[in-house]
């Protein structure tokens, strides 16, 4: 409820700093849990949280991984919202993908845990998965029905790729989660939010040479000439996977519900779209040639049949659609170039 304190890790990246702006909007207060205190100074600079200093407070937690790191930073929490993970965008080459990213993803969640149930003010934890928690990237492209319920075997390496290390980090996460609970038997309530693919004006991006990072370089690199193999077509915008980590933490959610945000449930679209979106609503930058529109064109896209509609129908709202996702990743582009 408003007023109460919730503790958010991940709130520099992308969908952690729009779920903060979301709890402080909504009038939670919020300790942000960082790596290091140059971190928070970047995060409460932006914009958007400017006018909630008074409510936002930080806890620095610089190894996810120890046991009990999280043990200071739960104290005095009525909630807390776990969104950081490591990102298979960031990894490296050559990495070892189980400790750079498959263990600190377990430990991180796993430890979290832990601590909350160290305490006995917690009353509810949401946690952010990922559409990859549930299905790996061929059945999420092959057009199969996924819904929360669908369950992915995982894999155990060798990976091929940074984002099968990734998909395997998330599943796994989620099923030691799963296990703990049923294990533990917390206090309090555990709940998942599973994103597909998310698009949307990211505010810690500051400049347009940045508007590539995360997961809106899906739509952007196409526009600037990436080449890119066929993507699943499931997305979501980045504020509907905010808003859906604020509405999880209504104490009439039961324990236990998990929640796939994806926009237009059980429809699939294309990626070239893009184009046609670009032309309509940006027509300058599309006549300037700013975007690669050809390219984009030409960009296949596998066929996604993901049932969202149980976030729908629990808390009446429809989620964005592509069109709309697309107006605000490019619109935020030409606002940093000028040219908007």
């Not at 890790?9 to 009038?27: D, N």
């Not at 930080?58 to 739960?74: C, F, L, N, Q, W």
């Not at 309509?280 to 896209?301: C, N, R, S, W, Y």
Request: glycine share 8%; charged share 20%.
């Amino acid at each position: 409820m408003a007023g109460e304190l919730v503790l958010i890790t991940g709130a520099t990246g992308m969908i952690g700093f729009r779920t903060l702006v979301f709890l402080l909007e909504a009038g939670y207060k919020v300790r942000a849990a960082v790596r290091n205190q140059a971190g928070f100074d970047k995060i409460s600079q932006l914009k958007p949280v400017a006018p909630y200093a008074s409510q936002l407070t930080s806890v620095i937690v610089p190894d996810i991984t120890v046991d009990g790191a999280y043990d200071e930073a739960v104290k005095g929490v009525e909630y807390v919202v776990h969104v950081a993970s490591p990102l298979a965008s960031n990894a490296p080459p050559g990495i070892d993908y189980d400790s750079y990213m498959i263990q600190p993803a377990i430990r991180g969640t796993v430890g979290i845990l832990e601590s909350a149930a160290k305490t006995t003010g917690v009353k509810k934890v949401v946690i952010t998965g990922s559409i990859l928690s549930l299905v790996d990237a061929k059945t999420l492209g092959s057009g199969s029905y996924i819904n929360e319920e669908s369950r992915t075997t995982g894999a155990s390496g060798p990976f091929s790729s940074h984002i099968e290390a990734y998909a395997v980090s998330k599943a796994t996460a989620f099923n030691k989660t799963k296990e703990w609970v049923a294990e533990k038997k917390p206090s309090f309530s555990v709940n998942h939010v599973f994103p597909v693919f998310v698009l949307g004006r990211d505010d810690t991006v500051t400049t347009a040479e940045q508007i590539v990072k995360g997961t809106n370089n899906m739509l952007m690199g196409p526009l600037f000439g990436s080449t890119r193999p066929p993507i699943p077509g499931g997305s979501v915008h980045l504020d509907d996977v905010a808003r859906l980590h604020v509405l999880a933490l209504d104490p009439k959610v039961e324990n236990g519900q998990d929640f796939l945000a994806a926009s237009q449930p059980l429809e699939s679209f294309e990626w070239s779209d893009a184009a046609r979106i670009i032309k309509k609503h940006f027509p300058k930058a599309a006549a300037d040639g700013i975007f690669q529109l050809d390219h984009v064109e030409k960009v296949v896209t596998l066929q996604t049949k993901v049932d969202s509609t149980k976030a729908e129908k629990l808390f009446g709202f429809k989620f964005k659609n592509f069109e709309e996702q697309v107006q605000s990743v490019v619109g935020h582009y030409l606002e940093l170039k000028g040219n908007n």
